[in-house]
């Protein structure tokens, strides 16, 4: 057991060591650029939303303003407030003033109070829309999904963020809390004060999009009523799979290792957020603490193991070891994808690259113990007088 804690010491401090020059060496930021942003989960997104079971969801309605001019996007939503949905949340910045007599129409049509509009954070700056058209004060949220510069797929929002004096909430938050009213739970906003994983439940396709003309000239549309209706940009109709205007990477891009353009539509990826919060339907997110723990415990075991097998000589041991390092990573894959599943973020990384590692280590650490025993005589499980 002495031997296995003085291995796993040895292999921690060969992994630093690996990892800090990795980490400074510009020789391999290639590699870390290229995986960065790689995840083993997004196999589970490409799998499930591909499936037979297609669906399309009844809560959350999109209506796309393509290239609609400010004329055009008054009088859509003119019409939707005829319709009484519970909320309209306008994924729009009008930022500029523009011909003055329609910026006045427009305007006219922004006070209605179902209302939930989007703008952005720029660095320590908010790109609003322009006061004439609407000031807007406490109905409003922020369209960024994280704040993590490094970060090019998004798996993760952030949906309330503290500045100095003040807290801000984000554009789906605000949708959900307002959708919600007294059911929405307060402490959710402790909650989604820091990054969680957002449970994607569908592509574009799994959602009921309206253009300007399904709208524009209908007596009435009953669906609509108290349902939550997202406007914003989502291409023209028949070819946004090659438009990328206001488009990101996401877990549900089908091709999810090599390069390919961003693959959702930024109010696609609001409707999965409000869609989650609205449910309740959160990854749980096994703790940190509990990863470190385990991964101490199995590289522990694993080592000492094998350093008893060493010790036996047996000519089966490199065998035995290539083998259980492959069946180790392949059953913490299957069992992460397992718990994704069901939905629990449970990762694995670094306990797969730890522990298989630090088995890869023994032979050097006999090496090691060889050296001390022979220059110092330390005792040891393997040399000893």
Not at 13 to 42: H, Q, R
Not at 96 to 113: R, V
Not at 313 to 330: D, G, K, W
Request: hydrophobic letters at 45%; a neutral charge; charged letters at 20%.
């Amino acid at each position: 057991m002495k031997e296995a804690f003085f291995c796993m010491l040895f292999s921690f401090l060969i992994l630093g060591v690996v990892l800090l020059i990795g980490l400074n060496l510009s020789f391999f930021s290639p590699f870390k650029n290229a995986f960065k942003d790689f995840s083993y989960l997004d196999l589970y997104h490409a799998e499930k939303l591909d499936d037979n079971d297609f669906h399309i969801n009844q809560d959350i309605i999109l209506v796309n303003i393509d290239r609609l001019n400010r004329k055009e996007i008054a009088e859509v939503l003119d019409k939707l407030q005829q319709f009484q949905p519970k909320i309209i949340g306008i994924d729009i910045i009008f930022k500029d003033k523009k011909d003055p007599i329609w910026d006045n129409y427009l305007a006219g049509k922004l006070k209605d109070e179902t209302l939930v509009f989007a703008y952005s954070i720029i660095g320590s700056n908010e790109v609003n829309t322009d006061c004439t058209l609407h000031k807007i004060d406490d109905n409003k949220g922020y369209a960024n999904f994280n704040f993590n510069k490094e970060t090019i797929v998004i798996r993760n929002f952030q949906g309330v963020r503290k500045l100095e004096n003040k807290t801000l909430t984000s554009f789906p938050v605000m949708i959900a809390k307002n959708y919600m009213g007294e059911s929405w739970y307060c402490n959710n906003e402790i909650f989604l004060e820091k990054e969680i994983p957002i449970q994607y439940t569908g592509r574009r396709d799994e959602f009921l999009i309206l253009e300007s003309r399904d709208l524009l000239g209908k007596e009435a549309i009953p669906f609509i009523k108290d349902k939550i209706v997202l406007v914003g940009y989502l291409g023209n109709e028949m070819a946004y799979k090659y438009d990328i205007e206001d488009k990101h990477y996401t877990p549900m891009n089908p091709k999810f290792v090599g390069k390919s353009p961003p693959d959702t539509f930024g109010l696609v990826i609001h409707a999965n957020i409000v869609q989650m919060l609205i449910d309740g339907n959160y990854i749980k997110v096994v703790p940190n603490w509990f990863l470190g723990l385990l991964t101490i415990v199995l590289t522990f075991f694993s080592l000492a193991y094998f350093i008893y097998l060493g010790k036996k000589q047996l000519a089966s041991y490199v065998l035995r070891l290539n083998l259980v390092q492959l069946l180790f990573t392949i059953f913490f894959v299957w069992l992460s994808l397992y718990f994704f599943k069901n939905g629990i973020l449970f990762k694995i990384t670094t306990i797969t690259a730890v522990v298989v590692f630090s088995m890869g280590l023994i032979g050097y650490y006999r090496k090691l113990a060889h050296y001390l025993y022979k220059r110092f005589k330390w005792q040891g499980y393997f040399f000893h007088d």
